[in-house]
C-alpha cells in the first residue's frame, strides 16, 4: 500500500509505504484522510498537522512515463534514491473520445430535425422559406475539435491528479512522441507528390472506389457483378454508429443484399479490408501541442514507439499501456537507459484504472415546465386544467391539452401561466448518475448507468442493485478512480 502525504502548510511529501506508522497517526488525531481508501487497494492522501522538516527528507526524484493514446491512456509513476529506482503505481484511464463523437452526431441530427420542422412551418403561414444567412461571429474559436480537446484534456487531468500527490519540482516526464506517418504505413514506397494521391484518387466518389477495390464481385457469394445491379452495403450500420469510410462499407450483390438485411444471411465486421487509422490521426494532430505545451510546466524528454516495442520484445513483456508507460519511464531518446536496470523493484507496486464520465447532463437544466391553464370558480379558487396548447410527447394521460379542453369547453375563461426553467430536477429524483460513488452490501462501488424507472443502479463491480440499499458517498468527479 501506499499512502500520500500532505502537511500542515500544504506542502506535498514523499509517499510512504509505512502502513502502521500512517495507522497510528490516524488513531491518535495527528493526521487526517483528505481523499481516497473507500475501495480496497485504494491510495491514501492524509494531511499530517505538522510542518515538514526538509533538511532530514532523503533527496529522491519522481519520473513520470505516459503512453498517449485516443482510447486508453497508460501511465507510471518511478521514485529514483541513492542509484535505485522504484515502481510505485501504474494504470491505464480510459477516456470518453468515442462518446464524444457520438454525442456531436446525435445533436446535429436533432437540430437538423429541428429546423426542418420549423421551417416547414414558416413556409406555410407566409408562402416563403425561412432562411437566416449563417452567423459565422457565433462559432467559438477553439484551436482543436471536440474530440481532440476531449484528449488533451484527459491527459491534463491525469498530469493534475498526480502532481496533487508527488511533488512538482522533483518530476520529469517521459512521454512517447507518436507521430505516425499514415501514409507510409500503406505503401513504404511513398514519395512527393503521391502523398497528395490516396487511395480514392482518381475516383469519382467512395462508390466507385469500393467497386474497383472489390473487384466487382459480391464479397459474400463471389459473383462477378460487371453487369448485375450492384449494391454498397454498411458492415456496421449507419445508426449503431457505423461511418461512411472505406472500411465500413462492402460491395454486394442485390440479392444477398436482401438477405443480408432481413437477416438471413450475417456480414460480419471481419469482412472489414482496411485498417482505420481515425485514432492515430487524432493523436497526430494533438501530439506536437501536448509535447511543448507540458515541457513549459516540467521538464520533458521524448521518447518513440519504435524503442518501446523493441525493449518490450527483448525482455518478453506483454503488451498492454501500463507496462509500455513503464518502459516509457525508463527510456529516452536514444534507447533504453541501461544505468538503473541493476537496483530496479517492480514488486510492491500499485495499480490504479482510472475512468472518465460526463458530468453535465443537458436534461436536467433544459427541461421546461408545462404552460399551465386555470378556472376560477365562484369561491375565488384557482384549479389547473390543462397542460401546454397541444399535447407535449410523453405528457401524463390524466392532464387534458387547451386544445382537448376546448372541445368540450369552448367558452369557458380561462388563466395561463407560462412555464419556466426547471433547474434542479437532479436534487430532488435522480439522486444518482454516472460516476458517483456509493455503498452497497457488497460493498464500495461505481455507478455505471442508473435506472430510474426501475429504481436500479448498475455498477461497475457488482452489477445491479436495488436502489434502496445504496447511500451515495461521493459525487462524480469526472475523472474517478474504477
Ligand atoms: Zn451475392
Ligand atoms: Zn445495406
Not at 445508426?239 to 462492402?250: C, F
Not at 388563466?415 to 455503498?439: H, L, N, W
Amino acid at each position: 500500500m501506499i499512502t500520500f502525504v500532505i502537511d500542515s502548510r500544504n506542502n506535498i511529501g514523499h509517499p510512504t509505504r509505512k502502513g502502521r506508522m500512517v495507522r497510528r497517526l490516524l488513531k491518535k488525531g495527528k493526521a487526517k484522510v483528505l481523499k481516497g481508501g473507500l475501495k480496497k487497494g485504494q491510495p491514501l492522501l492524509i494531511q499530517i498537522f505538522k510542518k515538514f522538516d526538509k533538511s532530514k527528507t532523503i533527496k529522491a526524484n519522481f519520473r513520470i512515463g505516459i503512453d498517449p493514446g485516443y482510447k486508453h491512456i497508460g501511465y507510471s509513476v518511478f521514485k529514483i534514491y541513492k542509484n535505485h529506482i522504484e515502481l510505485l503505481l501504474t494504470g491505464e484511464v480510459e477516456t470518453r473520445t468515442s462518446e464524444v463523437t457520438k454525442n456531436l452526431s446525435d445533436r446535429q441530427m436533432y437540430r437538423n430535425v429541428r429546423r426542418g420542422y420549423r421551417r416547414k412551418n414558416v413556409k406555410r403561414k407566409f408562402d416563403l422559406v425561412k432562411f437566416r444567412h449563417p452567423r459565422w461571429k457565433n462559432r467559438a474559436k477553439y484551436m482543436f475539435q471536440p474530440t481532440h480537446r476531449h484528449l488533451i484534456i484527459s491527459h491534463i487531468n491525469l498530469l493534475k491528479w498526480l502532481f496533487k500527490r508527488i511533488p512538482k519540482e522533483q518530476c520529469k516526464l517521459h512521454l512517447e512522441y507518436n507521430r505516425f506517418d499514415v501514409q507510409k504505413i500503406i505503401n513504404p514506397n511513398i514519395q512527393g507528390k503521391q502523398y497528395q494521391q490516396g487511395l480514392q484518387y482518381g475516383f469519382e466518389n467512395v462508390k466507385a472506389y469500393i467497386r474497383d477495390r472489390d473487384n466487382y464481385t459480391c464479397q459474400i457469394c463471389k459473383k462477378k457483378i460487371a453487369n448485375i445491379r450492384n449494391e454498397v452495403h454498411h458492415i456496421i450500420p449507419k445508426s449503431k454508429g457505423g461511418s461512411n469510410r472505406p472500411n465500413n462499407l462492402i460491395l454486394l450483390c442485390s440479392d444477398c443484399h436482401k438477405k443480408v438485411h432481413t437477416g438471413k444471411v450475417t456480414c460480419s465486421p471481419k469482412l472489414i479490408k482496411n485498417k482505420d487509422f481515425r485514432d492515430t490521426g487524432v493523436l497526430n494532430s494533438c501530439m506536437k501541442w501536448m509535447y511543448e505545451n507540458f515541457g513549459k510546466k516540467i521538464p520533458i524528454v521524448k521518447t518513440y514507439g519504435y524503442i518501446t516495442k523493441a525493449v518490450r520484445l527483448a525482455k518478453n513483456i506483454s503488451k498492454t499501456h501500463a507496462h509500455d508507460a513503464m518502459i516509457i519511464a525508463l527510456c529516452n531518446e536514444d534507447g533504453f537507459e541501461t544505468e538503473f536496470t541493476k537496483y530496479t523493484n517492480y514488486d510492491h507496486y500499485i495499480t490504479v484504472n482510472f475512468k472518465q464520465y460526463r458530468r453535465h447532463i443537458r436534461t436536467w437544466t433544459h427541461r421546461l415546465e408545462d404552460r399551465k391553464y386555470y378556472l376560477i370558480d365562484n369561491n375565488l379558487k384557482k384549479k389547473c386544467i390543462a397542460h401546454n396548447r397541444r399535447r407535449r410527447t410523453g405528457q401524463a394521460k390524466k392532464y387534458l391539452s387547451l386544445e382537448e379542453y376546448r372541445r368540450q369547453y369552448p367558452k369557458a375563461q380561462l388563466i395561463a401561466k407560462s412555464g419556466g426553467p426547471i433547474m434542479k430536477q437532479s436534487e430532488k429524483k435522480m439522486t444518482f448518475r454516472r460516476g458517483d460513488i456509493i455503498k452497497c452490501p457488497k460493498g464500495v462501488a461505481t455507478v455505471q448507468h442508473y435506472m430510474f424507472r426501475h429504481k436500479e443502479i448498475i455498477t461497475t463491480q457488482f452489477g445491479r442493485i436495488n436502489q434502496k440499499y445504496c447511500t451515495k458517498i461521493l459525487n462524480n468527479s469526472g475523472i474517478c478512480i474504477v
